[in-house]
């Protein structure tokens, strides 16, 4: 069991998008909990939900079309889901941090990279213009971008991508979040790069002792990072336990299925078809009865098309939606 | 297994954007969208007025009547418009006015879309030197004032419907040019047409049968709302005595008739100008929603 | 900078060589362009037969071009039809300050109001105040300024009378008769009110169509990832919009008001003319129809350089505002 504080504590969250050609149940009852230093792993493809429920903690759905709709979310035991508009304010960028997929296209292209850091660090703290810039151009440092001084003034398409990853990691942290959200961070990067990138955050982490939230649809990404992970599909977790365990002894058909299907260098049946899950993952406009694996799930039952599975906690610490959970 | 699931639950639900064709698609979005809707209801009004208009009232729009009496007469069961100053009626003259409005309305936008299409697909796609001349001829026809230099070559070819049309053509390609262009520019470079390149198509070919297409739908936009201005600016070349002549008449040409008798026939004003209005303005409304409509994230 | 600057003026030389071809193509298309010259008794035989010989109309087609050019280029353009006893040259130089201050006036009022209800209009999309302001730019767009333009004229100055028994805004010239030695006050509160109804004419079709490229423009910004970064900070709405937002919109907002001049020359054209206005382009419509084509084509081509050189400003400021061009 952790014994750290709990940070963040998401009770049944439901974030539902209302479009034109239906409603849309992005996240439909998903419970995550977050401890003080923690490094945990959203995993699932896309469209799971995964990045509507990061973007739910900090509320920054567009509305319209989305809309949370039920649900708790607890930061330091405080509903953030019923604070008005300046407190989060206050804590975003400030006590929880995110960065985002695109480094392409994340930053204001018409402003230096400096100014955008440094609006991040005077939003919060009281400090003047020369202050935010030192801290700035520590910023850049302490992320490894070399010759920072210069770079202050420079704009996001002068520089690569991994390295306006980088600014927006600095950006980040500028404050010293308690908990820093990586939405698919690495994902638009080259392989080398994202290695990079894992390294910086990792090191960072050590370094710096915030929490982070990794999302990825990689699950070498959360191998390497991750002390806790929650596999996440069409909207709801369906398995959640330490990394040791999942990659061990996964018990969700799901998560089974996921890890059968990275192709591991050591086996020598080179002439078998690589396994894959089959079918699809559902439209949103048609989300299958009863349990939402079903239709591509090997094992399952009557009772897994009729009815829909509950959390169940198998072992300490590791939660399970499913029926016919796999023997470990 | 996943199939079956499916299908059981589609029987009974609605269509979702996964079940349309394109064209479906568009139209189905055309048909939801506010102001396209009144624009199309505008225009089908309009076109019904000028073509069905003279089935209904017989008269004819070049008769005039002798003397005083019969001049600015207000609108009368006679007349449901009145008569104008050399005692014509004004709604037979509306009906065929407009008419003449709408053709070259019309063929003049089509015409400068398809001249403008050509430029700008032999620029867009041969690059080069090819593109830098164009676009700088381009750039330059852009830069004189619409106006005068429409003035400017309806005085020099002459008076007349189709010296009109060739004045807004010659004057109105340039945009279309721009526009594809630049699609064919961002086009050029996507996959399909480098497979095309590779399995040894002409340019021609790929020209037509892969670029082209592609900017049929901005096209068609362009074409609407091109029809709009090119009205206006007929309108405004007749009301200034180039375009349309007498005794002819055209919505642009009555309006020039009626300027000097602003203070005490208002009405010849009015009706003409209203007719103008509304029928640019129903094109715009239509062409803007088929915008949105044919691809609700293109900025234009 | 200082190098895009040069290219730019630079590149506007071939646009005014292009400009001048055409003139002179128009010009050349008349069987003989001095002929209304020649038929007025008021005008001396010989001005006309220098003009002739200046422009190079005595000579074999392929050589006029080029004398032509000189003679326009040195100032030498010939006695004036519209006012026989002038040179066309002080003529249009009486008639192109008028038009600059009547354009400028314009232009600066018009996008004074486009740009703020543009903004206002995206920010509140699908409110009241959005659609009110649509449906005003859909009538700016399809008015055609003449027509608007006698309707004003109906109202204000046949309709509506002073108590005087005069109309209340006066229908056409641009000062009263008599006050041309005024002092600057009187003279400047006799103006406005000639140039009330032209300017709100011009305006509101140029109105119409910026905030509308301006509404979309800003709705396009807002969608960008670096909006949503710039909320994750914690940055106000206000400063999102305004900072963030609103620097990008402008970049292809500049491009369109570039494009629009020749639309707005040629739109006053005809408002002038309405409105017996003593600018440029009701001379060159006074002096098409009375086929005086030397001094038209002059006029086309001083209009045409205006614009060009109009452009060459808007360039610069797109430079300034987008630092992606200048480095590029």
């Known amino acids: ?328 | ?300 | 900078m200082r190098d895009y600057i040069i290219r730019r003026v630079l590149g506007m030389i071939p646009l005014i060589l292009i400009v001048m071809i055409v003139s002179f193509g128009i010009f050349s298309l008349v069987p003989n362009p001095f002929a209304a010259l020649i038929e007025n008794p008021r005008i001396k035989k010989s001005d006309i037969q220098r003009l002739i010989k200046a422009w190079g109309f005595d000579l074999p087609w392929y050589l006029r071009f080029f004398k032509w050019f000189s003679g326009v280029v040195r100032g030498d353009w010939g006695p004036s039809l519209l006012y026989p006893g002038s040179t066309a040259r002080d003529v249009i130089s009486r008639a192109l300050p008028v038009t600059v201050r009547v354009m400028g006036i314009e232009f600066l009022f018009a996008l004074s109001i486009a740009l703020p209800i543009g903004i206002i209009s995206a920010v509140k999309q699908y409110s009241v105040t959005d659609y009110i302001v649509t449906v005003i730019s859909f009538l700016g767009m399809s008015m055609p300024t003449f027509w608007f333009g006698l309707l004003m004229m109906m109202l204000f100055s046949v309709v509506l009378k002073r108590p005087s028994g005069m109309p209340l805004l006066p229908p056409g010239g641009i000062i009263t008769p008599g006050l041309e030695e005024a002092p600057f006050w009187a003279k400047l509160g006799d103006r406005a009110q000639y140039l009330v109804m032209p300017v709100f004419v011009l305006a509101f079709s140029s109105v119409g169509g910026w905030a509308r490229y301006m509404r979309s423009s800003m709705l396009e910004v807002i969608r960008q990832d670096y909006i949503r970064t710039a909320r994750a900070k914690g940055a106000p709405e206000h400063t999102v919009i305004n900072k963030h937002a609103l620097r990008n919109a402008m970049i292809p907002i500049v491009t369109l008001v570039a494009l629009s001049m020749p639309g707005i020359v040629g739109g006053a054209a005809i408002t002038e003319h309405i409105f017996n206005i003593p600018g440029m382009g009701s001379l060159i419509i006074a002096a098409e129809i009375k086929s005086d084509y030397p001094t038209a084509m002059i006029g086309l081509l001083l209009t045409s350089i205006l614009v060009i050189v109009f452009n060459l400003v808007a360039d610069i400021v797109y430079a300034w505002i987008d630092p992606r061009i200048k480095y590029s």
Request: hydrophobic share 45%.
């Open chain 1, 1 to 328: 069991m952790d014994n750290r504080e709990v940070l963040v504590d998401i009770k049944n969250l439901r974030t539902f998008f209302y479009t034109e050609d239906g409603v849309v149940p992005a996240v439909d009852g998903i419970d995550l909990t977050i401890h003080r230093g923690e490094v945990l792993g959203l995993v699932g493809e896309s469209g799971c939900g995964k990045s509507v429920t990061a973007l739910s903690i900090l509320r920054l759905i567009p509305n319209p079309p989305g809309k949370i709709i039920g649900g708790e979310i607890f930061f330091h035991g405080e509903d953030l889901l019923k604070k008005n508009e300046e407190a989060m304010r206050m804590i975003r960028g400030d006590k929880i941090s995110m960065i985002f997929q695109e480094p392409m296209t994340s930053l204001n292209p018409v402003y230096t990279i400096g100014n955008q850091i440094s609006e991040a660090i005077t939003l919060h703290q009281k400090i003047d213009d020369a202050e935010a810039k030192k801290r700035t151009i520590e910023m850049l440092h302490l992320v490894g971008i070399p010759e920072p001084e210069r770079r202050f003034n420079q704009y996001p398409h002068e520089m690569s991508g991994g390295m306006r990853q980088r600014v927006m990691i600095a950006m980040a942290l500028s404050s010293n979040p308690e908990l820093l959200i990586s939405d698919e961070a690495t994902t638009a990067l080259d392989v080398t790069i994202q290695a990079q990138i894992l390294d910086l955050m990792r090191g960072l982490q050590k370094k710096l002792g915030m929490a982070i939230l990794i999302i990825t649809h990689n699950l070498a990404v959360v191998a390497e990072m991750a002390e806790t992970i929650a596999i996440a599909y069409a909207g709801k977790i369906v398995e959640s336990a330490t990394a040791k365990e999942i990659f061990k002894s996964p018990r969700h058909p799901y998560t089974y299925g996921l890890l059968q299907s990275i192709p591991k260098f050591t086996e020598r049946k080179t002439n078998e078809p690589l396994p894959a899950i089959e079918g699809m993952v559902p439209s949103p406009y048609h989300m299958p009865k009863g349990c939402r694996f079903n239709p591509r799930c090997p094992f399952a039952t009557e009772k897994c098309r009729e009815e829909e599975p509950e959390i169940l906690e198998l072992t300490p610490g590791h939660l399970v939606r499913c029926f016919h959970p796999i023997e470990s």
């Open chain 2, 1 to 300: 297994m996943a199939e079956k699931a499916i299908d059981a639950k589609k029987k009974g639900q609605k269509k979702s954007s996964e079940d349309y064709t394109y064209v479906g698609m568009v139209f189905h979005r055309l048909t939801r969208h506010k102001l396209a809707m009144v624009g199309a209801f505008m225009l089908i009004f309009i076109l019904l007025f000028v073509f069905a208009g003279p089935l209904i009232w017989r008269a004819d729009p070049n008769a005039q009547i002798e003397g005083l009496g019969g001049m600015f007469n207000l609108p009368s069961r006679a007349h449901p418009m009145g008569t104008d100053d050399y005692g014509r009626d004004v709604l037979a003259r509306m009906f065929f006015g407009g008419r003449i409005s709408l053709f070259i309305g019309f063929i003049s936008a089509i015409s400068s879309t398809i001249v403008g299409a050509m430029v700008g697909l032999v620029a867009g796609y041969y690059g080069g030197w090819a593109d830098n001349i164009l676009m700088r001829f381009t750039d330059a026809m852009l830069s004189i004032p619409t106006f005068p230099l429409l003035i400017a070559l309806a005085s020099v070819l002459g008076k007349g419907v189709w010296q009109i049309i060739l004045v807004i053509v010659f004057f109105g390609w340039m945009v279309d040019a721009r526009l594809v262009r630049g699609l064919v520019l961002s086009l050029k470079e996507q996959e399909y047409v480098e497979a095309a390149h590779a399995i040894g198509a002409s340019a021609n070919r790929i020209m037509w049968r892969h670029l082209f297409p592609n900017t049929l739908a901005v096209l068609i936009v362009s074409t609407t709302i091109g029809i709009g201005g090119a009205i206006i600016y007929e309108a405004s070349i007749s009301f200034l005595g180039f375009g349309v002549q007498a005794p002819f008449a055209s919505w642009g040409n009555m309006l020039q008739n009626a300027q000097q008798f602003i203070w005490n026939s208002p009405r010849l004003i009015i009706f003409p100008g209203l007719a103008i209005f509304l029928t640019v303005l129903g094109f715009n409304f239509f062409g803007d929603g088929l915008r949105d409509a044919i691809d609700p994230k293109l900025k234009l």
